[in-house]
């Protein structure tokens, strides 16, 4: 055998109770789990004394936007020293395959905000296929997972104008979502709060679903609104797998804005009224309140119409401008689900021009004070300055919703991790040990076996992975040691890429990635295919 994992606490991802156990493996698998207790204990080239450490599967991050960090950063302790053994990217409908040449450059720009321009990256893909093929040459730190990006798709297909697809579009737009589901995606994501796949309508959505569905695949929609209307939007994804017969992933699934102060119990109501009538649903979140995205997101979608150069121009304009201002702050615009802005709420967390940096850390308000002027005066200079590539937290959500919502039999755990910017949201760095050690440690909010059954079994079993998210003899060995006593995330809003404490061992393929606190040199991730 390669590795003994002697005396751990068994956390095996079930829900069930834990147990000592020495754990063996071989080839990069559990080879052999031997319960506490009398007759002979297994051997092997190395043993690691664990003494009451919890091992646990690794976890599955379920909403991540390293699309292009897994390429670029080698390192990704971001997510490595976080447990972290699989990464489900391509989300909230805008990635970077399936692309064409145009359709690359427009989403390379329209995104900056979350992965960087990528001039740091060689483009060497244009399918889903290509771009996993690209990973597992390079190797990376973890796995990973993809979602077809519905706003990309329709990019490519459709353009940036908001109108109906005709049918030869639609025939496109189903034939690039079923390549790329045959290259290996698992599931077909949307941002409907961003263009342009905001502009598709349910019936175009419902075509695109029925073609996951035939895969088994799922959706995974960041839906029309999270504010005013949340409810509504929330049961429109349901009712649209539904009548696609696909299964449904709600993407970071939270209730935030003043109108839903504890509202978390409803969104919950309507998802077991129809789950109970057959619907196949999980969701997933973040265990913080504020919420993170790009300045840009927040303008109406009007505004965004054509592209990002079009919406320059548009900024620059000052009466098309003075139009924006008066959707954002007054009647509330559908980048900002449907709520008037609130400029003290939007804290500035990276730019992409470096000669900005002064903004950083500060809310649009303070930012405008300082400059005594009004917060949108400072917020177009911004857009228009930083060439829509600012990234921004939202300070939005609410505590009682957090919390009610991850206690969900479906729920699963995903960062919305954006890796890029000065100030990033702690979430990229923190949300699997804060998991662990504030809301089931500190809190009592779920038993820690609970929380691991969130972060591992469920998610798997989304992704349909036959082999993965439990501890069990054959399973593949991505593992995580952690010492459920000290076990917290680091990251904090002020030092935001802060790495968590409390575990010392992390496992992929049954090689190690982070031993005793520290990354190793290690590139044992690939991409993590759908299979039939």
Not at 159 to 176: Q, S, Y
Not at 230 to 255: F, I, K
Not at 257 to 285: H, R
Not at 314 to 339: M, N, P, S
Request: charged share 25%; aromatic share 6%.
């Amino acid at each position: 055998m390669d590795l003994v994992i002697r005396d751990a606490r068994v956390l095996d991802g079930s829900g069930s109770a834990s147990y000592r156990a020495d754990v063996t493996v071989n080839d990069g698998r559990i080879a052999e789990i031997t319960p506490e207790g009398p007759g002979p204990r297994p051997t092997a080239t190395r043993t690691i004394e664990a003494d009451g450490l919890a091992l646990s599967p690794g976890f599955i991050d379920m909403h991540a936007h390293s699309d292009l960090a897994v390429l670029r950063d080698p390192d990704h302790s971001a997510k490595a020293a976080q447990g972290v053994t699989l990464e489900v990217l391509g989300q909230d409908g805008l990635s970077y395959a399936p692309v064409d040449d145009r359709t690359l450059a427009q989403v390379r720009q329209a995104i900056t905000g979350w992965n960087g321009d990528g001039s740091d990256i060689d483009f060497d893909w244009r399918t889903v296929g290509e771009y996993l093929d690209r990973i597992d040459r390079q190797g990376i730190a973890v796995n990973a997972a993809y979602l077809i990006p519905q706003g990309t798709v329709r990019m490519y297909a459709v353009g940036w104008d908001d109108r109906d697809a005709t049918p030869a579009e639609l025939d496109h737009m189903k034939r690039l979502v079923a390549e790329g589901m045959e290259q290996g995606a698992v599931g077909m994501s949307s941002g409907l709060t961003y263009t342009p796949g905001m502009y598709a309508k349910d019936a175009e959505l419902t075509e695109l679903c029925r073609v996951v569905a035939s895969y088994d695949g799922y959706y995974c929609p960041h839906h029309r609104s999270y504010g005013a209307g949340a409810l509504d939007a929330y049961r429109e994804m349901v009712e649209l797998t539904r009548t696609a017969g696909c299964s449904l992933h709600l993407a970071h699934a939270t209730m935030n804005f003043g109108v839903n102060k504890g509202k978390g119990v409803d969104l919950l109501a309507l998802l077991d009224e129809a789950i109970a009538d057959g619907a196949d649903i999980s969701l997933d979140t973040y265990p913080y309140t504020p919420g993170a995205t790009t300045l840009v997101a927040m303008l109406p979608s009007w505004a965004n119409e054509g592209g990002p150069d079009a919406t320059l121009a548009r900024l620059k304009d000052d009466e098309t401008a003075e139009r924006i201002r008066h959707h954002v702050e007054v009647i509330g615009a559908d980048g900002c689900h449907g709520v008037p802005i609130e400029w003290d709420k939007i804290e500035i967390s990276g730019v992409s021009d470096p000669g900005l940096a002064s903004c950083v850390s500060k809310t649009v308000a303070q930012a405008a004070a300082e400059r005594g002027e009004a917060p949108w005066v400072t917020a177009r200079r911004l857009l228009i300055n930083d060439n829509l590539g600012s990234s921004i937290l939202q300070h939005v959500g609410h505590e009682d919703n957090v919390r009610a919502i991850m206690q969900h039999s479906v729920h699963t755990g995903g960062s919305d991790g954006i890796l890029q910017g000065y100030k990033p949201h702690p979430r990229a760095y923190g949300t699997f040990p804060h998991y662990l050690g504030h809301y089931a440690r500190d809190l009592g909010v779920m038993s820690l076996e609970e929380t691991v059954a969130h972060l591992t079994s469920r998610p798997a079993a989304r992704l349909r992975l036959p082999d993965r998210g439990l501890v069990r003899e054959g399973y593949r060995a991505d593992l995580v040691l952690f010492d459920p006593e000290t076990v917290a995330a680091g990251s904090t809003f002020d030092a935001p890429r802060t790495l968590p404490v409390g575990i010392p061992h992390v496992l992929v393929d049954g090689q190690f990635v982070i031993e005793e606190g520290k990354r190793t040199d290690v590139l044992a991730g690939r991409s993590v295919r759908r299979t039939l």
